[in-house]
């Protein structure tokens, strides 16, 4: 019912516009644009679809580069933090194709933190390296003790 409400009223609503009316675009059979539709040459608007087809392609270029790129910053996170790698990650980076940087930012903040890990790691393997046995360790710890306990017993009646 309201398609044949549409069609029969439809052209009477548009003509009832008043004012300029020029909004209307003409289309091929297609329902894609013409040259008169845009009121241009068939050159100029030859031209201006290639223009349109260059910014899509640049627009895709970008996009992918800035995928890579976020891809590319969860590589190192997952590297200094140790965390299984990602295939999916990989892939994006490969599809951007040539070299994708970190952003400045980015790589002090992660050397930053590869610095102060390697810092950690060095005290604490100078400790591990000690080679500290800590089964003598205890036992030393608990002679002390009991000689500790011995001689407070000795010194107090009340014990």
Not at 90 to 118: C, F, H, N, R, S
Request: one cysteine or more; charged letters at 40%.
């Amino acid at each position: 019912m309201a398609f044949l409400m549409k069609h029969v009223l439809g052209d009477k609503l548009k003509n009832m516009g008043g004012g300029g009316g020029g909004d209307e675009t003409k289309t091929d059979s297609d329902g894609k644009e013409t040259a008169q539709s845009k009121g241009m040459s068939r050159e100029e608007f030859e031209e201006y679809q290639r223009q349109l087809v260059e910014e899509k392609i640049q627009r895709d270029k970008d996009f992918a580069t800035r995928k890579a790129e976020r891809a590319n910053l969860r590589v190192q996170l997952r590297d200094k933090y140790r965390l299984p790698e990602s295939a999916q990650d990989d892939a994006t980076i490969q599809m951007a194709g040539g070299d994708v940087y970190l952003p400045e930012e980015l790589a002090k903040m992660v050397e930053e933190d590869e610095e102060e890990e390697e810092a950690q790691n060095t005290l604490l393997g100078k400790i591990q390296n000690l080679d500290l046995d800590f089964d003598s360790i205890k036992s030393k710890a608990q002679s002390t003790l009991s000689e500790a306990k011995q001689a407070a017993e000795e010194k107090c009646a009340i014990m």
